[in-house]
């Protein structure tokens, strides 16, 4: 059984992020949708309701293709990267798909990339699209 963790962080590119899966899925594909909330907002009475809410939008999409026989929904809170590696071994995860965002320059150099550090460490592959990417109309179906 494949399970293909999806971390969402609500941009344009992280959602076209489930497309790509959903064109490399199966009818045994487990996703595991994601979102991480920042530990300092999610005590924010609706921040967890809306990020859940934002997730199960997924669902159907996902749904339609291939008809995956799980689809589950994860809200952590937590650092970006530590808590995607952290579901991501929890759930046995066999594949990450997420996209970069591209930052650079002094934030970067500071702060890292939040997918560098996931390819860095995740307990399994992870494939990484950039936003150029996506604008060539990148298919694997």
């Known amino acids: 059984m494949n399970k293909i963790l999806l971390p969402l962080d609500g941009s344009d590119l992280a959602e076209a992020a489930?497309?790509?899966?959903?064109?490399?899925?199966?009818?045994?594909?487990?996703?595991?949708?994601?979102?991480?909330?920042?530990?300092?907002?999610?005590?924010?009475s609706n921040e967890k309701t809306e990020a859940r809410d934002y997730l199960n939008g997924f669902v159907s999409q996902l749904a339609k293709k291939n008809a995956p026989s799980d689809i589950r929904v994860r809200v952590v809170e937590g650092r970006g990267a530590e808590a995607i590696i952290d579901v991501a071994e929890e759930e046995g995860a066999g594949l990450i798909v997420m996209t970069t965002q591209g930052s650079g320059g002094l934030a970067r150099w500071l702060i890292g990339s939040v997918?560098?550090?996931?390819?860095?460490?995740?307990?399994?592959?992870?494939?990484?699209?950039?936003?150029?990417?996506?604008e060539k109309g990148?298919?694997?179906?």
């Open 18 to 44: 489930v497309e790509v899966a959903a064109n490399m899925s199966d009818s045994e594909t487990v996703f595991i949708l994601l979102r991480v909330l920042n530990p300092f907002l999610a005590g924010l």
């Open 115 to 134: 997918a560098e550090r996931v390819v860095r460490h995740a307990p399994c592959p992870v494939l990484t699209i950039g936003r150029k990417t996506l």
């Open 138 to 141: 990148f298919d694997v179906s």
